[in-house]
């Protein structure tokens, strides 16, 4: 990991045409499925992003072999049998690491997951999947549902799992990859306000492009996996990432622009594809093509505030809460409770950074609300203070890449450059964001 700060300059206009990233959910799915098959499978235009990688040094512990060939990825599975490892570090990825507990609890005896990140990733709850872990068979250890955790698995049970969704749907993502591995039919049913929806159909659809069937009910909370089912190899093609593009977008749409995002099927189960409609709502001229798979966005009309349901778009929020800043009257995302169990409390932690560049932010337990400033972002917490307008505002990063693409977005709009401490977070999800604005005008600087 290259560590760094940038320093984010304002921008008057930005031209060009962005080839987004893979999809970093899609990616961690595909990479898993091929790995629980026995054979050969490939992966076209796979995510290079943190993420990916962490889930990649895994599934090479536990015995897959993975050849990267320009832009695809070739992926010999271990199929129900992976190597027998005493310990899998996930990095920073909190979907890769319920993912591969889930799959390990049903293939190991046992095994133990850490993390460097005491302080994000160390810090989610996992107990939610713990328990639902239980009730196939795992007996485990933690610190009170929190990393380090050891898993005794091995020889699971079928049978009715309940699984609460108040939290997140990867653990019930987690479930739907380990089911087709125990060998009986499974029934999973999700307990509470299940959030999070579209990522639940993105796993539905990898699972059944690798040849599992599963019955859904049609509210998502019902699922029934036959025994008897293996992972197929397959050959994949991912999609761009929706969420990385919601931040370009937002980006273009806070100045003069005239952008151009490649490859966003309009098909796609990303739900942070909503992030057009939200930003069209908002006011601006943005258009998706659905034939060429391009959007294009052309910046610089007024924006305004509206309300929205953001648990539809979950990871789009901190972006579009950026743009929403320098629209006119308030911004409302609600039902978004589960931005506070992300790499880091993404309505507290977020808004606490955007304050600091003159940002009017509120919030409620599951409300993120912005009062839009359309004349611009002052670059200090209280405008008139004394401060120096022209020195640059210095915020922290919170180690979390969906913080620093706000973040970023907000610089194009402030009153002075805006240092983002510790930026290098960024390529969890999009290692190339700060090198895509470039080629489209923003300064962005290495802070020494």
Known sequence: MNFMDVQVYPAGRLAGTINPPGSKNYTTRYLLAAALAEGESVIHHPADSEDSEALQRCLLDLGATLRREEDRMIVRGFGVYPRRVERLDPGNAGAVLRFLMAVCAATLPQVTFVTRYAESLGKRPQQDLLDALAQLGVRSMSRDGRLPITLFGGGLRGGTVRVSGEISSQYTSALLFAAPLIGEPVTIEVLGDLKSKPPIRQTLRVLGEAGIKVEVAPDLRRFHILAGQRYLPREYVVPGDYPGAAAIMSAAA????????????ADDEQGEREAIDVLRTMGADIEHDPVTYRV???GGR?????????DRFTDAVPALAAAATVAAGTTVFENV???????????????????????SVEEERAKLIIHGRPDGLTGCEEPGDGADQQSPTVVDSRIDHRVIMGLTIAALRSAAPIIIRDAHHVATSYPAFFDNLRSLGVRIDIVK
């Open 337 to 359: 409770e589960n931005l506070r169990y992300k790499e880091c409390d993404r309505i507290s932690d977020y808004g606490a950074e955007l304050r600091k560049v003159g940002a």
């Open 296 to 298: 294009r966005i052309r």
């Open 302 to 310: 007024p924006l305004h505030g509206a309300t929205f349901d953001g």
């Open 254 to 265: 806070v100045v003069e622009s005239d952008v151009v995002i490649e490859r966003l099927f």
